[in-house]
C-alpha cells in the first residue's frame, strides 16, 4: 500500500543552451546536475551519441582509456588516470560536489571493470549476463543526486549492484557507522562484485559488515536494514517498486530509472508526512530491472 499521497513534479531541467562540442557531442550548461544520457549502460565505447526525447544529451569526449587493472597495478598510474576522469567529468559539469568528487577519487574504477576493457572511458561496459557498469558520468549524476542521503552513520540500499562500484562509493560516504547493502539477482556478479570490493578502498567496510552485498530480488529491496536514507536502482523498472518506496525512510531519496523504451531517471523523495514526491531528472536508457530468468533470457 501506498504510504501516503504523490506527487509528480515536471522536471526542472531546461535546456537554455546546448553547445555541440566534438563530433558527436552536446552539452547542457544549465543546470550541472543534469547531464543527461541516454544510453548510458548500453551504448558501447566511443559510438555515436543519439539523442533522443530526453531534456538535455550529453556525451563526455572520451577519456584516456587504455588503463585497465594489469595497468593499474603494474605502475600505479591507475590511480591517476582514475582522478583524471574524475576532473573531466567535472570540467564538463557532469557534477559540482566535492564530496562526489572525493569519493570517486577514492574508488579506483579499474578496479570494477573486467580486465583488458578501457576502465576510464566515459561509457558502459559489458560485465556479462545481459549486464554493464553504468558509464562514470551516470555514476557521479547518482553519487550527487543522493549526496545529501549519505552522509556519515546513513543508511543506503543499492539494488542491481552489478560490479559493486556505487555500493562501494555509497559505504565510504556514510562509514562505519553507517550501512551500504547492495541487492544483484545474478550469484555470480555478487561473488565478483565482493572480490572487487576487497581490493578497493571499501574493503575495510565490507570487513566490519557495514557494506554488505546480497543475492535477491532487488524489486523486493532489503527489508532487514530498511529504512533507508538513500535507495539507488541501477536497472529500469516498468513501474517503481512498492516495496521500494516502502522500505524509504521519511527524509529519504530514492533514484530510479523508469520505463521501458523511453526511461527517465525519476527522484523520489519521501516527505516527512510519509507522502512521496516524484520527479524526472533526466532521459536515459539502462537495462530492465527484472527477473533472473527473463534476463538471463534476454528479457
Ligand atoms: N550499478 C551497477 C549497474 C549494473 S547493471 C554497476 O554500475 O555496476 C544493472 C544490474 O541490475 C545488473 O547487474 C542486473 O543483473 C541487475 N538486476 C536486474 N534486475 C534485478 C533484480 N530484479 N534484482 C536484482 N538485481 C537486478
Not at 501506498?2 to 513534479?9: A, I, L, N, W
Not at 557521479?140 to 556505487?166: F, H, K
Not at 562509493?169 to 572487487?196: D, T, W
Not at 571499501?202 to 552485498?213: D, I, N, P, Y
Request: aromatic share 4%; charged share 15%.
Amino acid at each position: 500500500m501506498m504510504e501516503g499521497p504523490v506527487c509528480r513534479v515536471a522536471c526542472g531541467c531546461y535546456v537554455l543552451l546546448a553547445i555541440s562540442i566534438g563530433a558527436h557531442c552536446t552539452i547542457s550548461i544549465d543546470n550541472l546536475t543534469c547531464p543527461s544520457t541516454l544510453d548510458p549502460q548500453t551504448r558501447p565505447a566511443a559510438a555515436p551519441f543519439v539523442e533522443a526525447n530526453g531534456p538535455a544529451t550529453m556525451s563526455i569526449p572520451m577519456i584516456a582509456c587504455s588503463s585497465s587493472l594489469s595497468e593499474h597495478n603494474s605502475n600505479g598510474s591507475g590511480i591517476n588516470k582514475n582522478k583524471q576522469m574524475v576532473e573531466q567529468l567535472q570540467q564538463y559539469g557532469v557534477f559540482s560536489s566535492k564530496k562526489v568528487a572525493e569519493v570517486m577519487e577514492t574508488v579506483d574504477r579499474a578496479l570494477f571493470v573486467p580486465d583488458g576493457t578501457p576502465a576510464y572511458a566515459d561509457s558502459p561496459m559489458a560485465i556479462g549476463y545481459r549486464a554493464t557498469i553504468s558509464a562514470p558520468h551516470m555514476h557521479a549524476t547518482c553519487l550527487q543526486l543522493l549526496e545529501q542521503n549519505l552522509q556519515p552513520g546513513m543508511r543506503a540500499l543499492d539494488v542491481g549492484s552489478g560490479t559493486g562500484y556505487l555500493t562501494a562509493c555509497f559505504a565510504i560516504m556514510v562509514g562505519s557507522q553507517g550501512r551500504a547493502i547492495g541487492v544483484e539477482h545474478i550469484p555470480e556478479l555478487v561473488a565478483s562484485s565482493i572480490k572487487n570490493i576487497e581490493r578497493s578502498a571499501a574493503a575495510q567496510l565490507l570487513k566490519e559488515g557495514c557494506l554488505q552485498v546480497h543475492v535477491g530480488d532487488g524489486r523486493e529491496g532489503w527489508p532487514e536494514h530498511a529504512p533507508y536514507d538513500a535507495i539507488h536502482v541501477g536497472a529500469a523498472a516498468p513501474e517503481i517498486p512498492q516495496p521500494l518506496i516502502d522500505q524509504l525512510k521519511p527524509g529519504g531519496r530514492m533514484v530510479i530509472p523508469v520505463g521501458k523504451i523511453f526511461q527517465d531517471l525519476n527522484v523520489v523523495d519521501k516527505n516527512l508526512d510519509g507522502s512521496v514526491c516524484i520527479r524526472s531528472e533526466t532521459a536515459v536508457r539502462y537495462v530492465p530491472l527484472t527477473s533472473r530468468d527473463a534476463q538471463l533470457k534476454g528479457y
